[in-house]
């Protein structure tokens, strides 16, 4: 079972608007987590974290929201650049429980319109 | 200047011949991590290894094998029992808690 979705597999916007990229999870016991960005036959590069026991983290035109409540957390650029066209991908952990292993949504190819 | 190195970027295999990729790290991080990657999905695990000389298997461990002799060094061997080795694979490490830093990728082919 998928323990982290995100259902969007693809997401077009308009350069300088704002870019939303949506992450849920059904597991409540997961205390970290992570935002990757990831160019075609490239490595993740790793953009922006948030704990659980936070509900913001902004870095730049990076922001992570994150609501507990609904397991859900989401990635916000403001404004879009057309170098952010790439896959995003969300991962979770569950810290020293688990030897800190990640586990990772399938991604979302967001492109960025001139 | 620190980062992890993959290779080869391209790898060509025939059907039924084990073949090595490599990893190497000098960041001095003490986790290392192989991962799979296949069109249209996120990372799956194979092995993973906090401390030299020690590794577990991950989501998806069979047909594959690791050894971690040296810190700096986690090479993956994708075996003849793999049924479906053709991928993308990428190496991470990291220190004890949380962000991997992830090399290039190396992409296998069976021929």
């Known amino acids: 079972d998928q323990q982290v979705k995100q259902n969007s597999p693809s997401l077009s916007v308009q350069e300088g608007r704002i870019s939303i990229l949506n992450c849920d999870y059904t597991n409540s016991m997961f205390d970290y987590f992570l935002w990757y960005k990831k160019y075609p036959a490239e490595g993740p590069t790793f953009l922006i974290s948030?704990?659980?026991i936070k509900d913001k983290n902004e870095d730049g035109r990076f922001t992570v929201f994150l609501n507990k409540s609904a397991k859900h957390l989401s990635l916000h650029i403001v404004p879009s650049q057309p170098g952010d066209s790439a896959v995003y991908f969300c991962a979770a952990s569950l810290g020293m429980d688990s030897n800190y292993q990640l586990i990772w949504g399938a991604g979302t190819k967001l492109i960025i319109k001139p | 200047d620190g980062g992890i190195t993959q290779s080869p970027k391209y790898l060509f295999r025939k059907e039924g011949q084990n073949v090595t990729l490599s990893c190497e790290q000098n960041l001095n991080h003490d986790a290392m991590y192989w991962y799979r990657q296949d069109p249209g999905q996120g990372l799956r695990l194979i092995y993973y290894s906090q401390i030299v000389n020690d590794f577990q298997k991950g989501d998806i461990a069979e047909g594959y094998s690791v050894s971690r002799e040296k810190k700096e060094s986690f090479p993956l061997t994708v075996t003849s029992a793999q049924k479906n080795p053709t991928a993308f694979y990428l190496c991470?490490?990291?220190?004890?808690?949380?962000?991997?830093?992830f090399g290039p990728g190396t992409r296998l082919t069976v021929l």
């Open positions: 991470a490490s990291s220190l004890a808690y949380n962000e991997q830093f």
């Open positions: 948030i704990s659980s």
